[in-house]
């Protein structure tokens, strides 16, 4: 069968809006660096500070909602018609969902994440590199790591799906608010929200990119004495952007479905071999300890804050997290939401929820607990150093293994690998939202996202690295949060309406109907 293109559309205003906002963006870091670094920073602090709480509060009921939703009568409900079988296969469709979803993320905080927490705990009274901030780091490095951050994707995944491919609506996060009857400036509302999920997707994938890009560099630099600066980042950022227009203009059943497979199965492959030639025993204990520790204090962590001591340990890493991930969750919603027709709800949520946090959970474990390992009981100083450039993190442990550059080309190959899989997978949810919905964009309107996508990258990370990357994703995800809610509404009503009694349905029946019922 023969897929119909989609001809490129100059006269959507969604596009025309969001690719205006993207590029003045951009140009600013450009001629002025230092004044967006300056103000960027500002942003951070006030938007962490003043709304850590909303940020919180509001994942914490996303995480209840998506649970209430796979274990109640709605569960059952398919997202598709009732026939409908699913397009992927299970490994494949779990690939997709971890190289699109935060691939890039686990790599890049894997070791440095428990190491810092580590040398840093997340409570001021817990001494810093003890046997109690060890157990901690991993405690919350799985919180950081687990449902709360998908819970954001599925919320918007499972919307999209369902209007999508049950109720037959665009591709369109704005029709994911179908089910609240908007009487006044609905066009205009919808077209906002349009716009919205354009600019906090690119500027979460961004963000993304942005720290693989930095871990890229601070690896070549560690392992072969690369120059660390902004003109090699800049030339990686361009071979990137190359691979992935080429990946994403090849279709989603051949460019991108390769590279998740060729992604995970790289990814099983390390773990296995870290796990059983790492401290195997101690690995498979704290990993088992950490999931009781992350179950029994889940609450806690969820709500956790630090008003009386002014501490800023939570918006530092869980606000930021929460942060980064709703900000990316357009994207990733669009993507998993493509993906997954013909199946269940419970088997969307479940899948989504738990199966990607099990494999980062296991990463973590593997590398994060090795690292801690030859810390408490080796005597290295892998947190220290790590906490002089994050980005070299991995490699810093990679070094106290045999094959060190070997493995060192490894981990630099596949977060090249996820780094493409994810912005080529942006760059076709971008074509899609600015394209009215259409499931096969135009290479040309995938192209100009892919073009624009690597410029605002490089402007962040020239103009304040890391810190820039954050408060990006802070300040574009703080009104979707909002429209996050209203989603979270929109699905709830149109499954209560889907599934009302029967004797709602029989007052539109036809007389003869109705006489037949009531015989």
């Not at 119909?4 to 140009?27: G, Q």
């Not at 009215?436 to 100009?448: A, E, R």
């Not at 073009?451 to 574009?476: E, N």
């Amino acid at each position: 069968m023969k897929i119909r293109k989609e001809k490129a559309s100059y006269n959507n205003l969604v596009f025309k809006f969001s690719a205006i906002v993207i590029a003045i963006f951009t140009i600013w870091g450009a001629l002025s660096p230092n004044s967006l670094a300056k103000n960027a920073s500002a942003v951070f602090n006030f938007t962490s500070s003043s709304f850590g709480w909303f940020y919180l509060g509001s994942v914490a009921c996303f995480v209840v909602f998506c649970f209430f939703l796979a274990f109640s009568k709605y569960g059952k409900i398919k997202l598709g018609k009732d026939d409908d079988k699913p397009e992927f296969s299970l490994f494949t469709w779990i690939s997709m969902l971890f190289s699109a979803g935060f691939g890039v993320g686990i790599v890049f905080w894997g070791v440095a994440e428990p190491l810092t927490h580590f040398a840093t705990p997340p409570y001021k009274e817990v001494e810093p590199q003890s046997v109690e901030s060890a157990r901690l780091a991993m405690r919350y490095s799985f919180f950081n790591w687990g449902i709360h951050q998908w819970s954001v994707f599925t919320i918007v995944g499972l919307s999209l799906a369902y209007f999508q491919f049950r109720k037959k609506s665009k591709s369109l996060v704005s029709e994911t608010l179908e089910g609240i009857h908007i009487k006044r400036g609905k066009e205009s509302i919808k077209k906002s929200v349009n716009i919205l999920a354009v600019i906090a997707t690119v500027i979460g994938v961004s963000t993304s990119l942005g720290m693989g890009i930095l871990q890229i560099n601070g690896g070549l630099s560690y392992v072969f004495s690369v120059p660390n600066n902004a003109w090699v980042q800049i030339s990686i950022v361009l071979v990137l952007l190359t691979l992935y227009i080429t990946s994403a203009t090849t279709g989603l059943h051949k460019g991108i479905k390769i590279l998740s497979n060729t992604n995970m199965i790289l990814v099983i492959a390390l773990m296995a071999y870290f796990l059983f030639r790492g401290p195997t025993v101690f690995i498979l204990d704290s990993f088992v300890l950490g999931i009781g520790d992350y179950l029994q204090n889940f609450t806690e962590m969820s709500f956790y804050m630090t008003p009386y001591s002014g501490d800023t340990w939570v918006n530092d890493w869980t606000v930021f997290y929460w942060a980064w991930v709703i900000a990316w969750s357009p994207f990733v919603g669009s993507f998993v939401a493509r993906i997954s027709k013909g199946r269940t709800i419970r088997e969307f949520v479940l899948g989504v929820l738990t199966v990607p946090s099990g494999i980062a959970f296991m990463w973590m474990a593997i590398f994060g607990g090795t690292g801690l390992y030859m810390d408490l009981f080796q005597n290295t100083a892998i947190a220290e150093a790590v906490s002089r450039d994050v980005s070299t993190a991995i490699f810093i442990l990679l070094k106290e293994f045999p094959l060190y550059f070997f493995f060192s080309i490894i981990i630099m190959a596949l977060i090249m690998i996820f780094l493409v899989t994810s912005a080529d997978s942006a760059v076709f949810v971008l074509g899609m939202m600015t394209s009215d919905g259409s499931l096969n964009p135009s290479n040309t309107v995938k192209i100009i996202w892919g073009v624009l996508m690597a410029g605002i990258t490089i402007v962040l990370i020239i103009s304040s690295g890391l810190t820039g990357l954050q408060a990006a994703s802070l300040v574009s995800a703080l009104p979707f949060t909002i429209i996050l809610i209203l989603i979270s509404i929109s699905l709830y009503r149109s499954l209560v309406k889907e599934t009302k009694p029967s004797r709602t349905r029989i007052d539109h029946s036809e007389p003869q109907e109705l006489e037949r019922k009531a015989q």
